[in-house]
């Protein structure tokens, strides 16, 4: 069976997802970069940025999930394709260069929708306005059989679970206090009642918290 | 050195330290006692409620320091004293009976203090109309030279962490959503650059967050 995931997704100990002030130089806000450095220290983390070294303990085994764990096509907000104000620029591809880390369809969310983009390795960016039932019924269609991931940000992954869409989450709890951003609990309470919860805290300070779907699926 | 903790604070995953509609019949609200199941189920916590067995992993060990670490006197907010409006019942001793589990001087934060109840046991409870450091100033004079515990509730606590009051935090972050109530972390931004920070999750889904300060003290 297809799932739904989210995978790696980095919130503060107050639960913000996403940074204020997100730009083209700080695409996780202000602040929000804090939030990945323990991904960047793994062993995946430093490979993606061409480095070598890095962890091989639990944030390696959660970040590696990344590229091993059958995904077939990939949900993103458009704060997380690009920078405010992108959709003006018809030239912008997302932050990733020519070979984007996806490798598979990814859809991203916008009330700007605009023709598909073939990258290299497998990447094809495609542009929907839709609420998440249906842009789910479109990735799944892609994926393939394989599950299909949501990728982000913060306000789509909580719309999606809303909506009661996710099968599994993995949220990475980063202990420090970023005080503003998107809150990605807001509006979810007695979540816990859908799902079987895990935590397994990292020698690098993070927690990683686990959702597994128990009841039925909408 | 007297230092100030907090010992075994328990909140949401969604930062909620309280639940909503606190009452006689629901000290931490109506759905806060929740929060306090992993305590519950340790040794330390059966024992006080007359009963036998429990847990004896990493939720027992920190259960068990609200007796063994050195406390002298406590600081507690009118709302953990009791429910809302207990100042107009002159006969209100708390919630804990005749011999309450603290041994030591309790200083309720209130703005209609009484006169000072003995207890059994060890238990005096005086009632302070004081701003964070005048009430730490009457705590840690009574302590003689043992520290003393800031005992909630979410406000109380949020008040003096940010008044720099507080040397050592341990709150345990327990895997349902709330989605309402008081939130220990609002206003408390950066507050990771004054403290080194663990997280140590246990089996029974909580993760036990602990704060040792390593700035100054104010």
Known sequence: MSLTRVQNFSISLDGFGTGDGQSLDAPFGTAGERLHEWMVATRWGRAMFGGTGGTG?????????????????EI????KF??????????WKGWWGPNPPFHTPVFVLTHHPRPSIDMEGGT?????????AKALGAAREAAGGLDVRLGGGATVIRDFVAARLVDHMHVVVVPILLGRGVLLWHGLESLE????????SSPSGVTHVTFTRTGMRS
């Open 76 to 79: 993103m907000g458009a704060g």
């Open 57 to 73: 303990g639990v944030d390696e085994a959660f970040a590696r999930q990344h590229d091993e764990s059958g995904i077939g096509a």
């Open 82 to 91: 690009g920078p405010p104000g992108w959709h003006e620029d018809s030239q």
């Open 124 to 132: 094809t960016f495609h542009f929907i306005d839709a609420p998440p």
């Open 193 to 200: 009642r859908d799902y079987a919860i895990e935590a397994a």
